[in-house]
């Protein structure tokens, strides 16, 4: 009797776990050879990918919102196209709390055997929050990379597109290196390989508005409810 409990227990809970991630979508990112970013998202590398769109998931700003991303054998490559008309943004140092005005996220947890990932922030005026994060059972806190220089550091550039005085938007662009993510595990990916990730933006027209590339529950740290980044 206790053997059949077990495995209906254990049936039930794969089962559970499952069903949590059967709807959850799959975006193939193509390999690159390393490039120079600009914020302005026009080197040919580019070509390489197609624009994702993030749709908006709650609030009352209706802009376009466009994802691109490669990697290479040295990184992430990720570009951002954002239809805007006022630029929130006010911070202007790295490290601080820029998820509170204009920004754009994304976070790769790349070994679900732990709770552990990577998060990138970058605000319109090129300022940075890159950081891991340990979330044990909804309980998280982002740590700050130590010696975050030479091959560590990131590369990141952002450009805002205006018509005369009246803004049209944002590009943001930046790399991330696998010698940054270390120790988490799986990095560099290899060909075939699957990271959970999901992509984001923050506005503040009209109140705040966010886009979400996978929709999640609570908040942008539900990465039970990240998709699939396949290495091709």
């Not at 193509?30 to 769109?53: H, P, S």
């Not at 009246?166 to 991330?176: D, L, R």
Request: neutral net charge; contains cysteine.
């Amino acid at each position: 009797m206790m053997r059949i409990l077990t495995f209906l227990l254990l049936f039930f809970t794969t089962l559970q776990a499952f069903t949590q991630t059967a709807d959850l979508p799959t975006w193939k990112i193509n390999k690159t050879r390393d490039f120079i970013i600009n914020g302005k998202g026009d080197a040919a590398e580019w070509g390489q990918a197609d624009f994702l769109d993030i749709k908006k998931t709650k609030g009352k700003a209706n802009y376009i919102t466009q994802l691109k991303f490669l990697y290479s054998d040295s990184g992430i490559y990720c570009l951002y196209v954002l239809e805007d008309k006022t630029i929130t943004s006010t911070l202007r140092e790295d490290f601080a709390d820029i998820y509170n005005e204009d920004v754009v996220e994304c976070f790769f947890w790349t070994d679900e055997s732990s709770p552990l990932y990577f998060e990138y922030e970058l605000s319109p005026y090129n300022y940075e929050l890159p950081i891991i994060v340990p979330n044990f059972k909804g309980k998280f806190y982002g740590w700050r990379p130590w010696h975050y220089e030479g091959r560590r550091k990131t590369s990141h550039a952002t450009s805002i597109q205006k018509n005369g005085e009246q803004v049209k938007g944002w590009t943001a662009e930046f790399f991330i290196p696998y010698s940054l993510l270390v120790p988490l595990q799986n990095v560099p990916p290899a060909k075939g390989m699957k990271w959970r990730a999901n992509f984001y933006r923050i506005d503040y027209d009209n109140g705040s508005t966010r886009w979400e590339l996978t929709p999640i529950r609570t908040n942008f740290h539900d990465y039970e409810r990240y998709g699939y980044l396949e290495f091709n």
